[in-house]
């Protein structure tokens, strides 16, 4: 049983990028037109835009310039999504960032 003096301690998740990989939030994109057709995702583009939050250790500046706070462009379906705090992200390779725009 803890002691009255002993306080709770609140942990957050945090997710760290290891190596060369990049955590990046994808931008929502629309899959139906202003008229309300449903565009098949074979017909979507076949890159997206995405923030970078955070890069790995792997990564150095004479390597890639990649920085946290970037907009890049990347393959779509590249990397392995996951959710955090009500939001998809996703952690791929720093060699799948295509280019900083």
């Keep these: 049983m803890p002691k009255k003096t002993e306080k709770k301690l609140y942990y957050q998740r945090y997710y760290y990028p290891l190596g060369n990989k ?3 939030n994808p931008e ?3 899959h139906r037109t202003k008229g309300g ?8 583009p076949p890159l997206q835009r995405a ?4 890069v790995g250790d792997g990564i150095h500046k004479d ?15 590249s990397g392995q999504p996951f959710e955090f705090q009500e939001a ?13 725009i």
Excluded: N
């Design 22 to 24: 990049i955590m990046i």
């Design 28 to 30: 929502k994109e629309s």
């Design 37 to 44: 057709v449903i565009i098949p995702d074979a017909a979507l």
């Design 51 to 54: 923030l970078v939050i955070k």
């Design 63 to 77: 390597d890639m310039p990649v920085k946290a706070g970037d907009m890049i462009l990347f393959p779509r379906g």
């Design 88 to 100: 998809i992200y996703r952690m791929i390779k720093g060699s799948d960032a295509i280019a900083i």
